[in-house]
């Protein structure tokens, strides 16, 4: 998982792509990168760390132009190479490029063999290097970029939000059943992509629409061109995101993220009501739930974990002790607030078990008597292919046992996970229009090892433009 941006603006872009990338953050935390072009040349910085620690005043200042594109990373196994921090950079001929992305490719393998097979060298081990190798080929023989992405979208399977700068100009394309976010807007002297609608609101600007999957975007200094270059049966957007991974202010396709959280609040106390003396999230990812289920049972919202809002999230630290002992750090209860009182524990998802079995220890070393946990997303019992860090099956508390025993394992006196009706009710789609792999184990592309639905995957029928044309984007 990964936060993506792109300008374009007359102005000058580093300060608005540090601020949005700032927007970002929460998609990605072990590195962050910028590249600019200056009109002859790239400018680029890109370190480990969080974007504040990341870029200095002068880094910023020294990464002129006015088009860029910029990249939050996600610590995912074996990835944390400076290698494979994004944006990457290259040149072919006589032009600069720089490719970042968010998503993951599943048949990455398949493709690398054959290129190196045929005598080419990879620099890094991501697959975001594959999406520029199958551009360069394909803009060195056609020149056209449209039959590039096209070219990209038939031989990559996965899910991938792309945004790439060559010579200045922005290309940002989406994949064609949606997976994840991407979308447009309009700053003061220029547009942006970016994966989130946050980092738009962040810059002042004015969110213009999603980038629809299958879709090519190209914004310069002339203005915003769109071109479909290929439509799938149905989308498959992932239903993660609005679970745990945007922020709760996103809008994503249309949907506020905020308000997909509190009605699975509500609906969370419908399925599975308790009498209690406080409802209590673990902040921040169960707060909008809590909210909510606050709201439906007229059971008190009071905070009792109080967050340490200078720590990364947890699940970041690459070993088991180190979580642990994080959780410690990052939130803190409040005793007077649980000495022998019943709780209802609201958190948006179980994926170990090792953060919600330390936090209820905590609750009742503090006094807690009952903690009643109520979950926002229904058991996750599969690992993710397309985009988000999800363990293994064998990680995955879920994957193997039934509710009754996750409960005796986190030691909560009872627990409910919303059913997956109420939470695609709350967001709003048709079922067959979300991915929900790591709910059900039905992935909406064939993977390798795992069972498609064959139903769905039938379904999924992508067809591609033979003539590209492309459109003035609404952009008012
Ligand atoms: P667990 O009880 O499974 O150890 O941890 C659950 C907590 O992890 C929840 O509070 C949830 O917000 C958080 N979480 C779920 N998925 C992810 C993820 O992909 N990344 C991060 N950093 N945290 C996650
Ligand atoms: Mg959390």
């Given at each position: ?87 990457l ?33 990879f620099t890094t081990?991501t697959d975001t290097e594959i999406?520029a190798k ?343």
């Amino acid at each position: 998982m990964c936060g993506i941006v792109g300008i374009v603006d007359a102005g000058g872009v580093s300060i608005q792509l540090y601020y949005a990338l700032y927007a970002l953050q929460h998609r990605g935390q072990e590195s962050a990168g910028i590249s600019t072009f200056d009109g002859t040349s790239l400018r680029k910085f890109k370190g480990q760390g969080l974007v504040a620690d990341v870029f200095s005043p002068a880094v910023l200042k020294d990464l002129k132009g006015t088009a860029g594109v910029g990249h939050v990373r996600y610590p995912t196994t074996g990835s944390n190479l400076p290698e494979n921090i994004q944006p990457l950079n290259f040149q072919f001929q006589e032009h600069f490029i720089s490719v970042a992305h968010n998503g993951n490719l599943v048949n990455t393998c398949d493709i690398r063999r054959e290129y190196e097979q045929a005598g080419q060298i990879f620099t890094t081990t991501t697959d975001t290097e594959i999406i520029a190798k199958i551009l360069i080929q394909e803009i060195s023989t056609s020149g056209s970029v449209e039959d590039a992405v096209q070219l990209c979208m038939k031989r990559m399977q996965g899910s991938y939000s792309v945004v790439i700068m060559i010579d200045g100009v922005i290309y940002a394309f989406r994949d064609p059943l949606g997976i994840k976010p991407f979308c447009l807007g309009k700053i003061e002297h220029g547009y942006i992509v970016a994966s989130e609608s946050v980092a738009i609101d962040a810059l002042g600007g004015k969110f213009l629409r999603d980038i629809r999957p299958g879709e090519l975007i190209r914004m310069d200094g002339d203005g915003v061109k769109c071109t479909q270059i290929a439509v799938a049966g149905r989308c498959a957007h992932c239903i993660f995101e609005y679970i745990y991974f945007a922020r709760a202010d996103a809008v994503i396709d249309g949907v506020l993220v905020y308000d997909v959280r509190r009605t699975i609040g509500q609906k969370l106390h419908e399925e599975a009501p308790v009498s209690a003396d406080s409802v209590c999230s673990v902040p921040d990812s169960g707060t909008a739930y809590a909210i909510g289920y606050a709201e439906r049972s007229r059971i008190p919202f009071v905070e009792s974990l109080m967050k340490n809002r200078y720590m990364g999230r947890t699940f970041i630290m690459p070993t088991q002790k180190e979580r642990e002992r994080a959780v410690r750090i990052k939130l803190n209860p409040i005793p007077a607030h649980l000495k022998d009182k019943s709780i209802v524990l609201v958190d948006d998802s179980i994926v170990r078990g090792t953060t919600s079995k330390r936090i209820i220890e905590m609750m009742r070393d503090a006094g807690a008597q009952e903690i009643h946990m109520r979950i926002g997303s229904p058991a996750i019992k599969a690992p993710c292919y397309l985009g988000v860090d999800m363990p293994t099956r064998k990680e995955l508390i879920a994957s193997d046992k039934i509710e009754e025993e996750v409960r005796r394992s986190i030691t909560a006196t009872s627990l409910h996970h919303i059913s997956l009706d109420a939470l695609v009710k709350a967001i709003g789609f048709d079922r067959e229009d979300l991915c929900t792999g790591c709910l059900t184990g039905c992935y909406p592309l064939l993977i390798d090892g795992e069972t498609a639905n064959p139903r769905l995957v039938n379904f999924v029928d992508v067809t591609f433009q033979s003539r590209l044309e492309s459109f003035e984007a609404e952009t008012t």
